[in-house]
């Protein structure tokens, strides 16, 4: 007795501790179509007046696009109808003979959804195809037709869907929605984007001045990635057109919303409502530089609306505010991004086809989504190139630190992004807290295993990663304390997740009568061993699950030992053997689930009060998240390198404005981890103040279709233009382009002199010309390109 109040005091203590620190803590979906269950209720079980007034329902509801599908929850199974139902069917089922039809003479298709093929093909509507859903239930039982919509979500909305989408899965993707509202002033165009994103709980917004083709626009789209935006109806037609060909080209989903949608007049209020303040201090946005943006805070305000962000209270105070500063990064357009193979294009056979693919060897989610953003938002800044190069580096000396880290360490961390949301939302769970427990108790490991490196970046690796994990440890010593004192660490082995029965006398008592149980339950295991001629604890044996508490099983091969005994009764055959149990196992089991129910109801407000607890180390769990993204994406890189069928070479580069780019024998990565593809590496050479000769080289001899060969002559003086060598299209377009040459002058497959101002402009806006030779674009190639810098 006195043991058990010594423990319980130290847990209420601990308990009372936190209370008093609370809130201070510092891809690719692929098609899941061939796992689902294929195989639907094909009748919808309604009556006559119930069939005549949901289909008068369904011909009252607005049209809608045919990228939005409405799906009708029954509880038990879901339903789509019409057009829908035809759809489904062919996606789904891969045949439209499972589609029923109801309404008597005003016939409409049916068609019956069971939860699992719904989840599935909801996770392939929203991820993969970009469409959006809107799920109807109905308030009114079921014999009315009182439908109204749920739940909804888009390829940018994913939040009310977040648990059917990726569930235990970690979650490798996000985005969110862009509002962009496009002005202009004097004869100039002004930009503003805001982009949010409800899953991660992020205000992004940008204001910049553009040109009339949107380069800038086009960049930031590259860079952010946003899964759908929105624009104030009729613009995308606007400014010659130029908005909707920029969007159309980043391939995201768009919605046309109201004008008056983009007005900032209620943006402070907002705000105030929905950003996270500081500690101890009141929000008051008015008062933020970004509220300087007077455009992006009306494309903020679109997307707010959109969102319906404010109307759920759980949103109030979680959001955080920054600024997306546009000269960080290099520019790239969607062109340039699908020319130079940068990311992964949907349905493609090899990861290898891709930059983003082939440089993908992260284990953790929150790995790869960082590897996603930086292929997307080239560095700029010398300093920072040059540090993510030593860490590499650092890896590529020490093979023992890198293959612990990828073979061993890495593996064994979580998406703690994704973990801190479910805390944030009060969804998470006992298991959410065990599972952070878990994986704090792994990094000690590799806090080892990195303060072990001695190399010449020691330093680097400390200041980066080794110093901000020990003190995030340190942190969570508390959150640690917590769980040992509070949660049975035994009971986890059996996949149970309970308060400790000596944390409360009615928690004892209840873990006695199931301890009780449980050893009769293991008599019956011998008694049915012995009855049925077969071993226990091999060819019979004990399991249990969540909702069948207790029963036996045995394989297939051994099910004849069961026919005919009416001792045993079976519960269901699958590939894994038969479930069954005896009467007694029966009777005993549901006595063991009665008491373990009231178990749990006991412990609900312990738990509760350690999941409200638990809450205040989101700070500190996103802290974390992101110092072992970073790590997990550097080593990637150093694994890629090393593995490489041609080594890899560290660039020595130079600050901006120094005017060289020098290249030897440069090849792009993923062509030569193509089989059986032979190619010859190309040389580049530019200084400043240099002029020479641009080829282009034909194709047939042997150069890359990923890259234009670049000659400079190294005896050409200052006075001698630029020559370009073109065919016939290319000719043509450069004499549109420049407005300079007749076509008549220069015959076309002739050197032609362009100066080198010309020439720059046509690299870098002429992005979508299609060379003959090879297909290749030549802007797409080099954005700002060699002659750009």
Known sequence: MHLECVVRASANAVIASHSHQLGMGKHIIKDKRKDMALQAKHELQLDTVQEQGFVAFLKSLPEKPGSTLRIFDRTDYYTVHGADAVFVAKEVFKTTGVVKYIGGNKKVESLVLSQMNFEAFARELLLVRQYRIEVYSNKGG???????????????????????????????????????????????????VAQVDPILRTFTVCQFPDTDQLFNLESVLVQLGPKECLVPAGEQAAFGNKLGQVLDRSGVLVAEKKKSEFNNKDIVQDLNRLLKAKKGEKSNSATLDEMEKSVAMCALSSCIKYLELLSNEDNFGQFRLSTFDLNLYMKLDAPAVRALNLLSAAGEASKNQSVLGLLNRCRTAQGQRLLAQWIKQPLMDLNKIEERLNVVEAMLSDSNLRQMLYDDQLRKVPDFQRLAKKFQRKRATLQDCYRVYQ?????????????????????????????????????????????ETTVDLEQVQNHEFLIRSDFDDSLTELRSRMESLEESIRGELTRAGRDLG???????????????????????????????????????????????HSTAVKQFNQEYVQARDDYNQQQKSVVAEVIAIAAGYVEPMCIINDVLAQLDVLVAFSIVSNSAPVPYTRPKIFPKGEGILRLHEVRHPCLEMQDDVAFIPNDTLFEKDMFGIVRNVLFSSGHSCYHLSWEADP?????????????????????????????????????????????????VFKSTLDARLGKARVGSLYGDGPLGT
């Open 534 to 580: 077969l071993e226990p604890g091999k060819t019979i044996k004990l399991e249990s699950s969540s909702q069948l508490g207790y029963f036996f099983r045995v394989t297939r091969k051994e099910e004849k030992a069961l026919r005919n005994n009416k001792k045993y009764h079976t519960i269901d055959t699958n590939k894994n053997g038969v479930r069954f």
């Open 142 to 192: 079921s014999k009315s037709n009182d439908w109204s919509i749920s739940c909804k979500a888009s390829p940018g909305n994913l939040s009310q869907f977040e648990d059917i989408l990726f569930g235990n899965m970690e979650m490798a993707t996000s985005g969110g929605v862009m509002g962009i509202k496009v002005t202009s002033e004097e004869n100039q165009l002004y930009v503003g």
């Open 715 to 763: 005896d050409a003086q200052p006075s001698q233009y630029f020559s370009l060598f073109w065919d016939e299209a290319w000719w043509n377009h450069l004499a549109v382009e420049t407005k300079r040459y007749a076509a008549s002058r220069y015959a076309p497959a002739t050197w032609v002199p362009v100066t080198v101002k010309e020439m720059k402009a046509f690299i």
């Open 439 to 483: 994986a704090l108790d792994k990094i000690p490991c590799l806090l080892e295993t990195l303060e072990k490196y001695d190399g010449k970046h020691n330093e680097l690796l400390t200041q980066t990663f080794a110093g901000p994990i020990k003190e995030l440890l340190h942190d969570f010593t508390k959150f640690q304390e917590m769980v």
